[in-house]
């Protein structure tokens, strides 16, 4: 892996992030910022030293679509997984500063917000609780780690073993446990709130979803890592809509917090907390995998970035609106269901065709082993007409059609194009619609359902 | 893996574990149990599956101490540790039941246990915090699940990478923060009690560490994953070991809660509910472990098994009693300095000598490449006329002495043995220190410090 060395640069980035870290304030924002600088340098200084290691063991895969097929080091999330799990573990103490330096000796006030306890048959043992702790937003955070260290260790075992989607499919409601417990202790809500102009439909504003709203949760908590690891296959597309995603993400709790007294302010923060150092190890990251690339990614990045946000949406209460900077990642998927309910057929991989004469990507076919069913033929004609799927006929029989991906679609309608062109076209989609997501909630939202709660 | 398979037993097993999963007392401590049953059940099942998976992707080792050499799946403790998370994610509903059914509709009234936040722009988010429920076990709680989940992945990375020492010396301290921060905030003692005798050279019944308290919290930490994982090398050493350490400490926590209203209650409940779900995927494990092994443990199982051990004593507050149940682990680290500092020449494996045609194990030797220093050699001579090592002459020269491990002493105290007998040698001395140590912490201490704590 030729990489240029910019060791000032890293050092420079070193010294703010510590800088950051640690500064005078004790400001957890400004120190998470700082563990966001740091672990971007670290995931760059690291991923070209573990890249070799990883293909050692058998991490490795060939990047298809280029002439050389080279073979480029796998599962490079886990190095990313592992810098950003460092950065929140060494973040608690800062994130909790003001309630730690609370003086401890003297006399063990209660209103001082120290409670001691004593045993009497031990007087070794005099505890103390510190009453004024938020034990709450403690129990918050650690849920939230604990749950990305399950996808994380889910990923890994997926890059690993290639584990069967039955076996795995439900394996992130059990990592989000934690959160739902968290969630139904400090916060509970399970009514929502129904737009305006169907409002008469159900005789109230809102609807009480009860534990309907946790199963919703749970798929959320499936849904998102899935989605980010099916819409893949092209240099640097999982790492690139992760950091747009995140950055909208970013955007909508700035939004919040840019506003004092807001009662969604802390889980705003807690959501920023955990967002930010992850976008700054996903920099980094990007700097390997944007074309052509010098790693691979693997699903442990994939599943731990969309449980990042999914973690985020459900302690944040704001699981609803995270859907809508998945869009295209929903549209994917809805797209995608004919092939992967095998109503059409579906090739073991559905990644673009590399014209290898042209060095552009084309779209991949599904090619019909046997004749469609005649309404499946008729829509998937239907689509062909509307350019929302490539159709491929001899002797007016329909023989293939472009395989159901976002990724093939954007080559159906736009052409064949190099694979970093590609990337970028979906990428400003995916920015686009968090442009338009962001508006829609906080103004849009608004006339639909009567408020915004900012 | 050639295996019986006594389904029967099995559907049991699983009935039994439902049945006090879902007891109707809703006792914590039954489902806890019903958790161990049925985390040894899916053990059981799983290590026969996952076995030749793991070999596929290269995770195997040869048993170097049989005439056959066969090749085993090594790191099972990997699958023992996902069950066992299971079980630790599956509980958490069952261990605050109580707190969970506290009716959540009507007036929101404080003394009823539920504080309502109602945001005046949002109608939609009226959100509660049960309030009587204690945030601050669920803190510790999940603290502790993350620091077992980061030391899980730790052995995983060092079974597939073999990391070298400097570079996962200081990591089981990393997993601990969060162990420490819950420790600071929820107890904060740092002062140790001194014994009678030397209490006049303080002038204090105790002394108060201080920080150095965090320091040595942090040191256990790392000891204790790390005794395990070098006191191995004979079939079913390392789990057996763990089991009797468990059991050992599950009796502690059993005398303590056997006394009503002891303020220590709390921490050692928590204690057995970390400790019995670690106890039942153990058992199975040790069935597939024991000689002639099925299956190797790895560095995972030796790893996750010292953090439970670790994350108990910190959380529990009896982090000093833990180290008296790991007396053989740190008698078997202290004989090996000389050579794990290179004063004695250290072979890369220091397991028995497997003798071909007795079929029993013998001390391996350490060859000397050149004359061991005079001092050196004094000692080594003095410690072999105690029969605390086998040393080895030619010509009045000192050419090799036995490796310096508790294993290989054995060996030259007792004389060659077969591989089971060996170890089961070595688990008596356990099963001795760990009932000797109970009676010592609940008799012999109330005579050296005063009081006992019970």
Redesign the interface.
């Known amino acids: 892996m030729a990489l240029t060395k910019p060791t000032v640069l890293s050092a420079a980035g070193t010294a703010v992030g510590l800088a950051l870290v640690f500064n005078p304030q004790s400001q957890p924002i400004i120190s998470c910022f700082g563990f966001s600088v740091l672990g971007a340098v670290a995931t760059f200084h690291m991923i070209p030293k573990m890249g070799p ?1 990883f293909i050692k ?2 991490l490795s895969g060939k990047d298809l679509l280029k002439k050389e097929k080279k073979v480029l080091p796998e599962t490079m999330g886990a190095v990313v997984g ?1 810098v950003y ?2 950065c929140l ?2 973040f ?2 800062f994130m ?1 500063y003001q ?2 330096v609370t003086e ?1 000796s003297g006399a063990g006030n209660r209103d001082e917000g120290l409670e001691i ?1 004593v ?1 009497p ?10 009453t004024k ?1 938020p ?2 937003k ?2 918050s955070y ?2 939230a ?2 749950s990305l ?2 996808m ?2 889910l990923g ?1 075992a997926d890059d ?2 290639d584990i069967r989607w039955r076996n795995k499919f439900f394996l992130p409601a ?2 989000a ?2 959160l739902m ?2 969630y ?6 399970t ?3 129904i737009p305006h102009f169907i409002q008469p439909l159900f005789g109230n ?2 609807i009480d979803l009860g534990f309907l709203y946790y199963l919703y949760m749970a798929a959320v908590a499936i849904f998102c890592p899935n989605s980010i690891n099916i819409y893949a296959g092209v240099n640097g597309l999982e790492v690139s809509q992760s950091l747009v995603i995140g950055l909208s993400i970013l955007a909508n709790d700035i939004l919040y917090l840019a506003r004092p007294h ?3 302010t802390e889980s705003h923060l807690l959501s920023l907390y955990l967002v930010l150092p992850f976008l700054g190890v996903t920099c980094s990251l990007l700097y390997y995998n944007w074309w052509p690339a010098q790693a691979f990614v693997g699903d442990t990045y994939c599943y731990l970035a969309g449980m990042v946000y999914a973690v985020v949406g459900i302690l944040g ?1 704001f699981s609803k609106t995270i859907l809508l900077f998945f869009l295209p990642q929903i549209f994917n998927f809805a797209y995608s269901v004919p092939q992967l309910f095998k109503i059409v057929e579906c090739p073991r991989h559905r990644m673009p065709h590399f014209n290898e004469k042209t060095g552009l990507l084309e779209p991949s076919k599904a090619h019909f082993t046997k004749p469609p069913h005649p309404v499946v033929a008729f829509v998937l004609r239907t689509l062909g007409k509307l350019k929302l799927l490539g159709v491929y006929e001899e002797d007016g029989k329909l023989v293939a059609v472009s395989n159901m991906t976002l990724i093939n679609l954007a080559l159906v309608l736009g052409g064949p194009m190099r694979e970093d062109k590609l990337t970028t076209v979906l990428l400003s989609l995916q920015l686009g619609v968090g442009l338009g997501a962001l508006i829609a909630r906080h103004t849009i939202a608004t006339l639909v ?1 009567g ?4």
């Open positions: 290691l063991v058998g592992l799990m460092f573990f060494f608690i103490p909790f309630y730690l401890t306890t045993d048959g031990d007087p070794g043992t005099i505890g103390r609780t510190l702790f034990h709450n403690l129990a650690l849920s780690l604990l260290q399950s994380f260790i890994v690993l073993f059990i990592a446990i934690p417990i968290v139904y202790v400090d916060f509970g809500v009514r929502i709130v504003k809102s807001n009662l969604a209460h359902f408020y915004d709660n900012i």
